[in-house]
């Protein structure tokens, strides 16, 4: 049974998804990032997801709710949700496109908005606090474990994989109501999710419980936070030829976020 939290947000969803039955679950899902908070309607999310709608009010903020057995911060579930729901519009389909193009050429592999959105995103986005805080020339490991701390936490990552789980039932079913796709994810156990999540999204391989490839997935994840690099603060903030921190601070950071996660993910399966 859902728990009162949990109930009063699935009905805040079915109510709104209702009164715009003509939408896919999809495109609803990405209006409800309207709903969520203002950092999440940022220029860099309507970039990679298609176009966002402007904040409205934080009916699904300051929720923590308990989904496949973790407690997760709802708001932050729906923006991963959201991040994860490529294409649905031209301008969402051609926008990937284009930042497919733009990381394959810099990292050789290309990949869509869904590959370094979400935990990539929570993994990359210290990074970029770090170098804005303490600049590009020396690396601080103490220092960048706490904003990963802050900004990358179980809990955090925990909604993003529950989102994982959700898009992929929304995929398989595009007519399944949001409510009823986050109904059928609760009954899933996390760690099958987590597997799944491994699998589908970094290749990994599992024999008789054990994870056989982590070096080869942590290169995928490095190769990922670079991507998210790129677009987030070289291309944007016009940073794409300050080649000092790319050759010397930036890869330690990368490393040590990645190992971050990877750590998050043993844990989790």
């Known amino acids: 049974m859902a728990s009162p939290a949990l109930d009063k947000m699935l009905g805040f969803i079915d109510a709104y998804q209702q009164q715009r039955s003509h939408l896919s679950s999809i495109n609803v899902v990405r209006s409800l990032r309207a709903y969520t908070r203002p950092t999440y309607a940022s220029k860099f999310w309507e970039l990679v997801a298609g176009k966002n709608p402007d904040f409205i009010k934080g009916e699904l903020d300051d929720q923590s ?30 926008s ?89 994810a609760d009954q899933i156990r996390f760690v099958d999710g987590a597997r799944d999540y491994l699998t589908q999204m970094f290749g990994a391989r599992f024999e008789q419980g054990a994870w056989q490839n982590v070096d080869s997935v942590k290169a995928r994840v490095r190769d990922r936070i670079q991507a998210y690099l790129l677009i987030k603060r070289d291309a944007i903030r ?32």
């Open 96 to 184: 990937d496109g284009a930042l497919w193009i733009a990381s394959k050429v810099a990292t050789g592999h290309g990949y869509d908005s869904r590959e370094y959105t979400a935990a990539i995103g929570d993994t990359a986005q210290p990074i970029e606090v770090y170098l804005d805080k303490h600049g590009g020339k020396h690396y601080d490991a103490s220092a960048l474990q706490d904003l990963l701390s802050k900004f990358a936490s179980v809990k955090d990552y925990d909604s993003d994989l529950v989102a994982f789980v959700v898009g992929r039932l929304l995929y398989k079913n595009p007519g399944l109501p949001i409510k009823d796709a986050i109904l059928q």
């Open 238 to 269: 016009a940073d794409i030829l300050n080649r000092t921190y790319w050759k010397q601070v930036r890869p330690a950071l990368i490393n040590q976020a990645a190992d971050h996660f990877i750590t998050y993910l043993k844990n989790s399966i």
């Open 65 to 94: 709710v308990v989904i496949m057995g973790k407690e997760i911060d709802f708001a932050h579930f729906i923006a991963a949700l959201s991040d994860q729901s490529w294409g649905g519009n031209l301008f969402s389909t051609l």
